[in-house]
Structure formats: structure tokens, C-alpha cells
């Protein structure tokens, strides 16, 4: 955020003084605005007053409150997560850990685009479940993600904190009861000049005037008394945008797929009730006693008389007739702010003004590549195009392209092309296009797109920051900006900023914009999650190389513990084409000095004496722009003695995961099954059936076919059920007898396990489990345990989280005709792509039952 005041005010002196606005969204086509909407900006003018909702995670925050904030009361509206749910689930896809905290955030950023809200983050990690806020606060940095909060409260400066749970045990969650303690204390914190008076060389103490807990029906008894409460309809319509809040909070909280969280709107009276935790109490409006006008700036006064007018004399049908109106709000605002006069309101109304003249205008600017990657240290080639699409003389009298700060290196604004002469001005004309092209040199540094949390290796509980320039922010910077020059009558200057981008033309989809990625000249990826030797033969891993550039010529080797040897030493290659690829077999193998257990091996490309160690990673879904990250070329290694029973594996997959590829490395041969091929005369030919994570929750089908997988089991078969979520399952039983699925879960990946039955085959046959078997597991031991049974079930381990009663239904086993059913809790969807040994011994007896 520092970095962004810092290269306006630079841009500001080396282009005398105009101001710029970036006027659209990164992966996003150039946001134009229809004439209503225009008219509820031109209201939001008038209107100064900020709001903050603090939370934990990604889809807490109450999405419906959030629209009416932004779109019905016109405030200033945040949303601060603590973490960018990492440590969740995924429901669309393989991805966890930080790939999903990537997906999460691009989540969050499209549900503000709906409801109108902003979002900003900690530096906190989603380091999975949590049941006290005592454990959370061991693994987060306590005072550094305190410090974060208070940053983002002093730089956005809200009248009112709300959060979204309460400071005990009745948010249900280590973390969610943590972002209400610590917003009770950053409201303190924020105004007192003494906390973290490093932030006051580029922020004020701010105090906010009240902060409240917006309480929901998940909190209140039956029949509880709410007059204790501030009630605030949030369910309105708003005739301006054609939607009621609830309808737009509907939109906004469906963009949250990966955690299956599709909303139905909700229309007529909805009340938020909202609990007084600090400040100033309020009797019947949350903003009671501050001051939502003008009047709040000294001199403003006459800022919202202007405004007023404006309004007043607005025409849908002719927006650009308002320029002239808001041309001389901004040049008020801009007096006022010379003159020293609250700087906060002042520069977010100038941005405010700038954007509504831009909109009114009706100019429309793209700038855009061919192609969506330049490699580390090369140019790029943008095109660019302007119409405008109004009445008005618009001019375009200059075009640059600007590149971003960037730890390391210096803040340059780049020369014009050759075909971008500012001595070339061109007239724009009603709906004529003016079209150019400006050569951008790309820095030597291509992790400037990577996510800027993951440049570097933080803790379990936090990220870790190469500055703390980026804390709040949601996302990286533009890789490029280009910044558009334009006059109207002759005097007045207005700058228009667009991120450059990668537009392509799908043939189902149409037009698609994506980021301009940044890519090392060669990325290194090695398959597969995780290798692992059951006995000391040979494996072949193979390494892709993918060119950033033409012409990539170098050698790959790999980088192995002590005891192993690979086939060949290194392997040259020669990529003659940009985004050529080449794979590379190597043949690893434990010597005789290779310890048991799970190590790591690293894959390393050597171009003109440069090592590149990192591969390239493209997470793709249509309701997020395509991600880029670049991932450490890694993958364990797992030396284990393992014995298999069986051969032929089906595997049903659920919501997404890499067990399938688990039971592929230790020998099995794995089948992926659709619903179509779930018949009895198929079944037969398996040793055993697996069904993925979340089947029962994600495959509708298996509501019908549930008879035919217990034929299978009756007539000899043996299936593996892993984890279902409690709610919303297809059918109400999804095991032979009964079962009651709970959210219940063992959180301490590493808490010891007792055996109840130490004759059980799951525990002996074909691998002896022992204690040694559940270390080394990552970020949780289970989930969604069964609190109820049939006596026909077999428990077969107990665990519990400290202080709590053990839980003994992370394995429950039951006998049905000649064959087993398996329910299994245990998270070995994340143990095994980590290469955790045990997991692995686990599974293999799981598919080994009966055998």
C-alpha cells in the first residue's frame, strides 16, 4: 500500500501533477458502467462514511450486509480475513494448502466485485482446524497479525468495526473466536500513537467509533430476546441496480465454489441484528453521531452543493453532459486538499470524481498482449485501443507504460514505442477507435508473478513478506499498467490506467482476459506429488522442462538425499521454441545408505550457469481469472516396508484428490470410475472399490446406485468410504448400517493414537500398524468423524485433541455379506501427496481387507 502512494506521488511529479485512477480490474474486461450505475456512484459522492467487516477466513463474511453497506447506505465497505483459507477443503479441485489459498483469495476478489465491498487480508496462514483461540494464537504471530489489522484500520480509517463472530467458544472455530479478539483489541490499538508507531510514518492513529458483533440465527436460542440489539433491514431493493441486497449477497457468496457454498436468493425484510462490544453505544442506527456529509470536511460544504447539482441535473440518456459538472467538483476537491484539509476523504473523493468523469465520458481503453507469458528479462509487445463513446472532444494526447515496484528494483516509468509519439496526438471521434502499440522490457526478476505472499517461506501459522508494502493488499500489482493521456476541451488532463493483460477469443466462452505472467526461461515441474519405494527398485520420475523463451539451452539433474542415486547424473536440453517442452526420465533408486522414512528431492536447471529450481503451475476455473504460481521443484521421497494384498483398484472420485496416484506408486493399478460404470458385472473385477473425498456429497448419482456398491460388498468386495461432510449428503445413509456423520475431528496432526483392538486385520494384515505410523502427519490427523454407530461397526483407533474425549470413530469397519465397508476419516488426502509413510501402511491395509 506504501508502494502505491509512493508511485502516485511519483507519477504525480513526473506528469505535472495529473491524476491517474485505474479504472479497471487485473484478468478482468475494462469495466464499463450503465447509467444507473453511474447515478448511484454520483450519490456515493455525497456520502462520507466507512465501514469494516472482520473475519477469519474466506465465505465468513455476511455478504448481504456487505451490499447493503456499499450499495444501500453508500459507505466506504471492507472486508478483512485474517487468512485466505488455506487450510480448507477444496470442491472443485486437487488443489490444497497455499494453491487453494490462491483460489480462495480470487474467490473473495469476485464476490467484492458483486457486492461493492473491498477486500484486504492479514499475513495470518489457514493452518487448518482449530478449536481454541489459545492454539491459534500459538501458531499465528499474535502481534504481527494484530499489527496488520491496525495497519488496515489506520490506512482505510472506518467509523464502525462489525465482526462476524464472537470473542468465546461459541464461534466454533480456534480462528474465527481469534478475529474477534483481535479486532476488540485493534479497535484499541488503531487510535493509541504508541502501538506500532512504525505505521505512523505513512498513517494516523484512526478510532474507530464503535465496534459491534453481527450476531446470526447460529448464535441465538429459540425464543432469545433481540431487543438488546441495533436492527438493521439489510434486505431491501435497490431500484438502481435491479436487485435486492439479498439477491446481490446471493451472487456474491456463490462465487465461494471451492467451498461448495452456491447460495439461493432472498428477497423482503431481512434483519441483521448487531451487539455493542465497544465505543460509543448507539441507540437506533449503527452510525449514529458521526457525521455521513460533507460537513465532516472543513470547507467541504461546498464540495456537496456542487455534488448536489449534478445529481440534480444527471441524464441517463447523456451522461457525458455531467463531466463539466464534475470537473468542477474535482478542481474544489483538489483546492481543499492543497489547502491541507483531511486528506484521507479528500483523495478518496478526488479518485471517486476522477472515476465517474471517466465513466461519464464513456471512454473505453484496453491494453493487451498475444500472448499470456514473456519470459524473465525480455520485451513484450502491447497493443492498445481507445474509443470514445461519447459526444465530448477526447483527445489522446500520450500513451506510457509503467512497470511495478518490485523489492530490488528501482521505480521506472518506460519510454513511448515508436508507434506511441506523444508529438502524435489523435482526436477521438464519436465511436472511432485510435490504436498503437508500446514495447515494455520485462524486469530479471520472475517471481514479480508469483502471489507476493509466496515469494517466500513463512511458518505454519504465518506468511512471510519481502516488504511489508504489500500487507492488506489482496493481490499482486499489475506485471504492466498502461496509462492513457486524454483531454477534453482542450485544458483538462485526465489519465486513464489499465492493467496490461492477455486477451484470447475462446470458441465457446468468446473474448477472455487472463493476467501477463512473468515466467523464468525455463520452469521445471516434476510429476507426481510424491515417489515412494516399497522395496529398493528402481523408479522413473520424470521432469518436464517448459521454455520461458526461445532458444533455452542448459542441463537438469537432481538434487537427492544422502544414500540415493539417480540414472543419469544430468540430462542436457535444447527448447528451440517459447513454451516448448521437454520430459526427461531419470531412474532413482535407494542405495544401501538410504534411511527409511520420507526425504525430498529437487529437480535443478542450469541455463548460461544459472540454476532454476521452480516449475510452472496454471490453476484454470471460469469464475476466477487463471492464476500463475511457481512452484519449488520438489517431491518426497518415501522409503518404506510395505507389503501389498490385491491388485485392481476402482476409485470413484468426490470433490478431488491424488489418492488415486497414492495407490499407483505402491503397485496397485487404479481404475477412475463414472457413475455409468458402477454395475455389478463391473464391480466384480476389483480387489477393492475406493470412493474419493466428498463422494456422498458431490456425485448425485450415487443416491441410485448405493445398492449396486452394497451388492458389491455383500457378494465379497471390499469398499474404502473416505470422508463425507455432514451436511448435504445425496442420501440419508451412505453406509450398510447406521451411521451418524458429525463435524467432529482431530485437529493435532500428531496427537497419539490407541489402538482398541490390537487383533483387528486393519491394524495387522498385510503391514503391522504401529505408534510410529501416525508421525510426521500435516496439519490434521481427521475429519468428520461418525458420532453415532451401529454395533455392527468395528471401531479400530481412538485419538483426541488435548483436554477433549477421545474420539474412537476414525476407522469404523463392518462385515456385510461376504465383503467389508470402511468408513475412514482420517485426512489422508493431504497425508498422502505430503509422502507421510504410515498413511500409506494405512491405506494399503484399508485396500487389503478380506485378501
Not at 166 to 180: I, L, N, V
Not at 310 to 326: C, E, F, Q, T
Not at 723 to 732: D, K, S
Not at 822 to 846: D, K
Amino acid at each position: 500500500m506504501r508502494i502505491c502512494f509512493f508511485r502516485a506521488a511519483l507519477l504525480a511529479a513526473l506528469l505535472t501533477h495529473s491524476l491517474s485512477y485505474s479504472f479497471s480490474v487485473q484478468a478482468q474486461a475494462p469495466k464499463t458502467y450503465s447509467s444507473s450505475e453511474i447515478l448511484l456512484g454520483l450519490k456515493k459522492l455525497n456520502v462520507l462514511g466507512s465501514v469494516m467487516y472482520i473475519a477469519a477466513h474466506p465465505d465468513d463474511e455476511n455478504t448481504r450486509l456487505i451490499a447493503y453497506m456499499a450499495n444501500g447506505r453508500l459507505l466506504e465497505t471492507g472486508y478483512l480475513s485474517c487468512t485466505r483459507g488455506d487450510g480448507g477443503q477444496n470442491l472443485i479441485g486437487p488443489e490444497l494448502r497455499e494453491q487453494l489459498g490462491v483460489i480462495r483469495t480470487q474467490e473473495l476478489l469476485a464476490a467484492r466485485r458483486i457486492d461493492g465491498g473491498r477486500q484486504f487480508f492479514t499475513r495470518a496462514n489457514d493452518f487448518g482446524f482449530s478449536k481454541t483461540p489459545e492454539e491459534t494464537f500459538t501458531i499465528w504471530d499474535k502481534e504481527q497479525v494484530l499489527s496488520d489489522m491496525v495497519w488496515v484500520i489506520r490506512q482505510r480509517r472506518p467509523d464502525v468495526l462489525i465482526t462476524r463472530f464472537p470473542p468465546d467458544s461459541r464461534a466454533g472455530h480456534g480462528h474465527h473466536t481469534a478475529s474477534a479478539i483481535l479486532a476488540a483489541e485493534a479497535f484499541e490499538a488503531a487510535g493509541d500513537p504508541k502501538r506500532f508507531p512504525e505505521q505512523l510514518k505513512y498513517v494516523q492513529p484512526w478510532s474507530p467509533k464503535r465496534l459491534f458483533w453481527n450476531t446470526g440465527s447460529f448464535f441465538v436460542k429459540p425464543g432469545e430476546n433481540m431487543d438488546g440489539y441495533l436492527k438493521v433491514d439489510a434486505g431491501a431493493f435497490n431500484p438502481l441496480l435491479g436487485q435486492s441486497y439479498g439477491e446481490i449477497a446471493a451472487r456474491s457468496r456463490s462465487q465461494h465454489k471451492s467451498q461448495g457454498f452456491g447460495s439461493a436468493a432472498q428477497r423482503g425484510e431481512a434483519l441483521e441484528y448487531l451487539q455493542y462490544v465497544k465505543g460509543d453505544k448507539a441507540k437506533s442506527d449503527p452510525f449514529e453521531g458521526i457525521d455521513l456529509s460533507w460537513n465532516r470536511v472543513p470547507g467541504g460544504a461546498a464540495v456537496g452543493k456542487l455534488i448536489d447539482e449534478v445529481i440534480r441535473k444527471y441524464d441517463p440518456s447523456n451522461p457525458s453532459a455531467s463531466v463539466a459538472g464534475l470537473l468542477k467538483v474535482r478542481e474544489e476537491l483538489q483546492r481543499l486538499r492543497i489547502n491541507k484539509q483531511d486528506g484521507f476523504w479528500l483523495e478518496e473523493k478526488i479518485q471517486a470524481t476522477s472515476r465517474l468523469i471517466l465513466a461519464c465520458s464513456g471512454v473505453y481503453a484496453e491494453a493487451v498482449t498475444k500472448e499470456p507469458t514473456f519470459s524473465s528479462g525480455t520485451e513484450a509487445q502491447i497493443d492498445y485501443e481507445v474509443v470514445n463513446r461519447s459526444g465530448l472532444p477526447i483527445r489522446l494526447n500520450k500513451v506510457i507504460v509503467q512497470k511495478p515496484y518490485f523489492p530490488g528494483d528501482p521505480v521506472t516509468i518506460t519510454a513511448d514505442g515508436p508507434e506511441s509519439n506523444s508529438d502524435q496526438a489523435v482526436e477521438l471521434s464519436y465511436n472511432k477507435r485510435a490504436t498503437g502499440k508500446v514495447t515494455v522490457a520485462g524486469r530479471n526478476n520472475f517471481l514479480i508473478s508469483q502471489p507476493y505472499w509466496l515469494r517466500e517461506n513463512g511458518s505454519v501459522g504465518m506468511y512471510r513478506l519481502s516488504t511489508g508494502a504489500e500487507v492488506g493488499a489482496a493481490e499482486n500489482s499489475a506485471v504492466a499498467s498502461a496509462t492513457f493521456f486524454l483531454s477534453t476541451n482542450g485544458t483538462n488532463v485526465e489519465l486513464l490506467t489499465v492493467p496490461v493483460q492477455y486477451k484470447s477469443t475462446d470458441p465457446v466462452e468468446g473474448e477472455k482476459y487472463r493476467p501477463l505472467v512473468v515466467v523464468p526461461p525455463v520452469a521445471v515441474n516434476i510429476g507426481g506429488r510424491a515417489y515412494v519405494f516399497a522395496d529398493n527398485q528402481p523408479k522413473t520420475i520424470p521432469v518436464t522442462l517448459r521454455a520461458g523463451k526461445a532458444g533455452v539451452k542448459g542441463s537438469v539433474a537432481l538434487t537427492l538425499p544422502q544414500g540415493w542415486k539417480s540414472e543419469p547424473a544430468s540430462f542436457p536440453f535444447d527448447l528451440a521454441s517459447k513454451d516448448a517442452e521437454q520430459t526427461v526420465q531419470f531412474r532413482v533408486q535407494p542405495g544401501v545408505g538410504a534411511a527409511e522414512g520420507r526425504a525430498e528431492l529437487r529437480a535443478v536447471a542450469t541455463v548460461d550457469g544459472q540454476p532454476y529450481s521452480r516449475g510452472y503451475q496454471a490453476i484454470e476455473y471460469n469464475h476466477i481469472p487463471t492464476q500463475v504460481l511457481f512452484p519449488e521443484a520438489v517431491a518426497p521421497l518415501v522409503k518404506l516396508d510395505l507389503k501389498r494384498k490385491g491388485q485392481e483398484i476402482g476409485y470413484l472420485m468426490g470433490a478431488g484428490d491424488e489418492v488415486p496416484d497414492a495407490l499407483r506408486q505402491i503397485g496397485y493399478t487404479v481404475t477412475l470410475l463414472k457413475p455409468e460404470d458402477l454395475t455389478d458385472q463391473n464391480l466384480r473385477r476389483f480387489d477393492a472399490v475406493v470412493l474419493g473425498v466428498r463422494a456422498y456429497n458431490t456425485v448425485d448419482r450415487l443416491k441410485t446406485l448405493q445398492p449396486t456398491l452394497l451388492r458389491y460388498v455383500e457378494n465379497g468386495g471390499n469398499l474404502v468410504v473416505q470422508y463425507v461432510v455432514n451436511r448435504g449428503t445425496v442420501l440419508p445413509q451412505i453406509g450398510p448400517y447406521p451411521l451418524t456423520l458429525s463435524s467432529d475431528r482431530v485437529t493435532v496432526e500428531n496427537a497419539p493414537v490407541t489402538f482398541l483392538n490390537r487383533q483387528q486385520p486393519l491394524l495387522n494384515s498385510p503391514n503391522k500398524i504401529t505408534a510410529r505410523d501416525f508421525e510426521g502427519w500435516v496439519q490434521e490427523q481427521g475429519l468428520y468423524y461418525p458420532s453415532a454407530w451401529d454395533p455392527k461397526y468395528q471401531t479400530v483407533l481412538s485419538s483426541a485433541d488435548p483436554g477433549e474425549k477421545a474420539k474412537e470413530s476414525a476407522i469404523l469397519v463392518a462385515d456385510y455379506g461376504k465383503g467389508h465397508y470402511i468408513y475412514t476419516g482420517l485426512s489422508l488426502f493431504r497425508e498422502l501427496p505430503a509422502g507421510v509413510p504410515g498413511a500409506y501402511r494405512l491405506l494399503t491395509n484399508m485396500v487389503s481387507l478380506g485378501k
